[in-house]
């Protein structure tokens, strides 16, 4: 295995440290709504050279965190099939606690909807669409 597989694999398995809660909200056959407390310290490997002296979480570490709250409402192994119409519109700093928020829907395919991921004052950092394959 690569240095560049093993590197995301751990900043994925490291979410788990840094999710605090989450929680199923509204759950029926057929739709999903959970959501998720996360707080990112400054020790966290994906601030690493993002940027010296200036850090934020890596967008793609915003993601990760979507899928990882999706993997545990739904309680079981997702792979992301596309994101769409995804607006970063806030930084993430080390320390900031966010909400990550997930509407989701089971269709033929996978279970697909929307996402947030708001700071705790009520600064929305990112929505987008997300659809996955079983």
Known sequence: MSNDMKDRQS???ALSS???EWR???Q???????????LFDEGYAGFRGHFPDNPILPAIVQL???RYLCERAL???LSPQKYNKIKFKGIVRPNDRFVVAV???DGQTGWHGTFSLTRKDAEVAATGI???HL
């Not at 029926?28 to 996360?38: H, V």
């Open 64 to 66: 990760a965190a979507v």
């Open 130 to 132: 997300v659809a996955f």
């Open 11 to 13: 900043l994925y398995g």
């Open 103 to 105: 509407d989701l829907s």
């Open 24 to 26: 199923i909200d509204v």
């Open 28 to 38: 029926t056959d057929r739709q999903l709504q959970a959501s998720a407390d996360f």
């Open 18 to 20: 840094c999710c605090l």
């Open 75 to 77: 309680g079981r192994d």
